[in-house]
């Protein structure tokens, strides 16, 4: 079996979530490329979603990655905006200005047609899960017990 995910974040380790936090608790402006689009996807929701696809048996090959999709942009504001931060401080940009070794994808969702024909259920929302995630590290104030669209 093969599992494919993209923009993987969750508790442990460096990931953009923490990158984004860090930054906004470091008083840190922050610039946020706008135009690269994919599926943010939180580890947890993955590791349940193989331990599945193990339990079924299954084989094959499989993406599997959170339902929904946004730019990189949309994920901070939303990283922002679910942890109580103003969003005065993050601001937009082309993938254009940055100066990496590797070129990065601008559409880089990842559909999954193959493990929708299982018959298991899809990952939930991204916004979801990054909510769960956020509760996870303490990071939602306790006003917002509610999500808020």
Known sequence: MILRTAWLYGLHGKNFVKAI???VDAGEPLRVVNDQVGCPTYATDLAE?????????L???????????????EFAREILRVAG????????????????????????????????ATGLAPLRPWRDAL???LAALGRIPASS???TT
Not at 49 to 57: E, M, R, S, Y
Not at 59 to 73: E, I, P
Not at 100 to 107: D, E, G, K, T
């Open 21 to 23: 936090l860090g930054k």
């Open 49 to 57: 979603a193989v331990w599945v696809a193990l339990t079924h048996g």
């Open 59 to 73: 084989g094959g090959t499989f993406h599997l990655t959170n339902s929904g999709a946004c730019s990189w942009y």
């Open 85 to 116: 931060h103003p969003l005065d401080r993050l601001s937009p940009m082309s993938s254009d200005v940055l100066d990496r070794a590797a070129r990065r994808p601008a559409f880089s969702i990842l559909e999954s047609p193959a493990w929708r």
């Open 131 to 133: 909510r769960d995630m």
């Open 145 to 147: 017990g509610q999500a």
